[in-house]
């Protein structure tokens, strides 16, 4: 408790210094306003005029976007309603020039006045949803009268990596709740033998949770009712029988990816480095991953290598507009993904409208609340990263699609060459795999893709890079990591494998799969025939007996 007081009491502290600082640079900021006010007033060519006139509304864009954000809510008002009068002058020079002077006059009365900074109140943040661990992350409980369909998802979900267990009556499911909450509920909706639906029971099991679980509902109603209750409980999957279970463990990934996953990564980038740094401080608060950038002219370096997830643009910069910079990021295919969204004074919905046809997704006005900054990225990361993952990874595994795999070989060998340290690469191929589908059908052949594409995802390390290279064939990526130990890593998941049973109706099996392995301390001279090596070592494991990795 006392920890977390005190990461509050930071927190404020940061943003109190934050507001100080801002504080601060007003004193030097609105003396400069004050005098091009006055430049304004004395010049009397056009083009000075319009010149000046410029720079002031430049300054007073910036100053109402920033100052309500650190507080100054009456001063960033005014700078508003005094940059929208600057631009009715921009479009027009022609008014009176008493006109102009009480405009002046006008800029000169809001520099003189004397500004502190407010005392920031303790924030009500509404911080999204963090990682969840629950007491098994892997175990699953299964409620289906069905004693066939029950066990039959239970044992091929055990081949995918988890712990199962199937429950007929609600009553033994409480028992169970009672000793372990698990990672994860399946429910069937219809339980003719129960007082409850499998959804009623579902209702009423959440709302006296303190956390309520993934659910995932399994039903023969596919009426747009029964789905719209499933959503009601807060069903994260809905799935018709007769199940396909590789569809619903996918499903079931998925919501374990997103309750387990990375924080997600930001980039800021403001030439008014104050503001910035205060919207970092907040969604750094929130849990993200956040830098910023100052110069546009660096934005390929820190694309590259921060590979955010979010951009946050400023409109108005100098030397290159917001939506200039976004069309620059638009112009690279990596990045096509990346939403962008402009946070910006501007208020002009024709210049708004302007700036995401060019190339954004989203436009937030500045001053804005932290808790709708924080909901506006949230909700944009989560989406993107949903998206990325939908198209860069394959259907059936959730494992990186041939191309993006093959370009993590690229990334890990270029890194392996500037460090010096190892990296393995290592092939792997499903031995008789052909044999497997004429003998027990394709589905118990995707059942056996699938199981080793989880057994390869909970062996090996988060750094590594996990890829379906094509059909029954896998690629794997092992940063920092010499050829003996990769070889010991990929010998024992061979033998996991093995040790595996699928059934398909009712005949019971198993598999094996061999593996070749290359690493860029083996050869260095040959260090860009990375993938080629590894491929030439599995060709000679399935020519010298199958089941073993070289």
């Known amino acids: 408790m006392t920890k977390g ?34 430049r304004l007033l004395h010049c009397s060519k056009p083009h000075e005029q319009l010149q000046h006139l410029q720079a002031l509304r430049d300054q007073l864009h910036k100053l109402a976007g920033a100052a309500g954000t650190f507080g100054f809510s009456s ?84 081949n995918f990596g988890y712990q199962a267990e199937h429950f007929m009556r609600i009553v033994d499911l409480e028992q169970a709740l009672d000793t372990q909450l698990p990672g994860a509920l399946i429910v069937d909706v219809n339980l003719p033998d129960e007082a409850l639906t499998g959804l009623q029971y579902a209702t009423q099991l959440q709302q006296r949770l303190e956390e309520p679980l993934p659910l995932l509902v399994i039903t023969t109603q596919d009426d747009f009712a029964t789905h719209l209750e499933a959503v009601r409980v807060g069903a994260l999957g809905f799935f018709t029988k007769p199940v396909d279970i590789t ?120 001053p804005i609340s932290d808790n709708a900054l924080i909901a506006a990225v949230f909700s944009r990361a989560q989406r993107a990263r949903l998206l990325s993952n939908a198209l860069s990874r394959d259907s059936l595994t959730g494992l990186l699609k041939h191309g993006d795999i093959k370009e993590q070989v690229d990334i890990e060998l270029e890194r392996a060459q500037r460090s010096g340290k190892p990296a393995s ?12 589908n004429d003998s027990y059908g394709h589905a118990a052949g995707d059942n056996v893709i699938r ?8 062996r090996l390390r988060r750094v590594d890079s996990l890829g379906r290279y094509g059909g029954e064939e896998f690629l794997v990526v092992l940063p920092d990591c010499p050829a003996e130990q990769a070889w010991r890593i990929l010998d024992e998941i061979r033998q996991r494998f093995a040790e595996l049973h699928f059934i398909a109706g009712e005949q019971q099996f198993s598999v094996t799969l061999s593996a070749g392995v290359a690493c860029t301390s083996d050869d260095p001279a040959q260090a860009n025939d990375l993938l080629e090596r590894a491929d030439r070592t599995l060709y000679a494991a399935k020519h010298g007996g199958r089941n073993q990795v070289r």
């Open 425 to 436: 690469v290592a092939m792997l191929d499903i031995d008789f795999f052909k044999k497997v």
């Open 5 to 38: 007081i005190s990461a509050e009491a930071e927190f404020q502290q940061h943003l109190q210094q934050l507001s100080s600082a801002f504080a601060l640079r007003l004193q030097e900021d609105m003396p400069l306003l004050k005098l091009n006010a006055e």
């Open 247 to 366: 569809q619903l463990e996918n499903r079931l990934e998925r919501c374990f990816a997103q309750q387990q996953g990375e924080p997600y990564r930001v980039l800021i980038i403001d030439d008014d480095r104050e503001l910035a740094s205060r919207f970092s401080l907040i969604l750094r608060g929130a849990n993200m991953l956040v830098e910023m950038l100052h110069d546009p002219a660096e934005i390929f370096t820190c694309m590259r290598s921060f590979n955010p997830e979010v951009v946050l643009l400023d409109v108005s910069m100098p030397g290159c507009t917001g939506p200039e910079l976004a069309q620059i990021i638009r112009m690279n295919d990596d990045w096509l993904r990346v939403p962008i969204v402009y946070l910006s004074a501007e208020t002009d919905i024709n210049r708004q409208m302007n700036a995401l046809i060019k190339a954004g997704d989203d436009f937030l006005t500045k």
């Open 75 to 158: 001063l960033g008002q005014r700078a508003r309603e005094l940059e929208l009068e600057a631009d009715k002058w921009l479009e027009t020079l022609q008014k009176k020039e008493q006109s102009l002077q009480d405009f002046s006059r006008s800029l000169q009365q809001l520099a003189s006045q004397q500004f502190q900074a407010p005392i920031i109140e303790e924030p009500t943040l509404k911080r999204p949803p963090a990682a969840r661990s629950y007491p098994s992350s892997r175990c699953i409980y299964i409620l289906e009268d069905q004693p066939a369909i029950g066990e039959h998802m239970r044992l091929t979900l055990n």
């Open 451 to 458: 199981a080793l594409a989880n057994l390869l995802r909970q």
